[in-house]
């Protein structure tokens, strides 16, 4: 598959290839880089007995992963290094972008923190905390009088 950018009649007439390059340096590396955003998307969820969170982080194994516990706050954090460039190899662009990143986590008081699993499947980190037996949601029928 070719890729074409077009540029809707526009050209700069002093030197069109100073204009392409330049372009394609502001708009492909700078401008991007910018709006994607470091950390991983999150969904926190809560039921009876638990609360679960789970992070979106395609592309990373589970040793990638460190998952730490202090006081109250659960700190996620992952890094991929940058592979080494084969030999003999040219780029004339290279987009793999590796990074790292950092969530954390205040948790609740009901959280029970020697309770706590993770597990990483088809690119979702999803951490379950259970809850405390006294903060379990109890419920009872209250009689009218």
């Not at 969820?45 to 006081?71: Q, R, Y």
Request: hydrophobic share 35%.
């Amino acid at each position: 598959m070719t890729l074409v950018k077009f540029n809707n009649g526009q050209k700069n007439v002093v030197n069109p290839w100073f204009s392409d390059v330049f372009d394609s340096l502001i708009n492909d590396s700078i401008l991007n880089d910018r709006l994607v955003t470091k950390t991983p998307a999150v969904n926190i969820a809560e039921t009876e007995n638990e609360f679960h969170i789970e992070l979106a982080v395609p592309g990373l194994k589970k040793e990638d992963f460190k998952i730490n516990l202090e006081k109250n706050v659960l700190s996620v954090s992952a890094e991929k290094k940058a592979q080494d460039v084969e030999q003999g190899k040219r780029y004339s662009k290279r987009e793999y972008s590796y990074h790292s990143f950092v969530r954390s986590f205040t948790l609740p008081e009901s959280a029970d923190y020697a309770k706590i699993n993770a597990q990483y499947v088809d690119g979702v980190l999803k951490l379950d905390l259970a809850k405390k037996e006294e903060a379990k949601m109890q419920s009872r029928e209250i009689a009218v009088k």
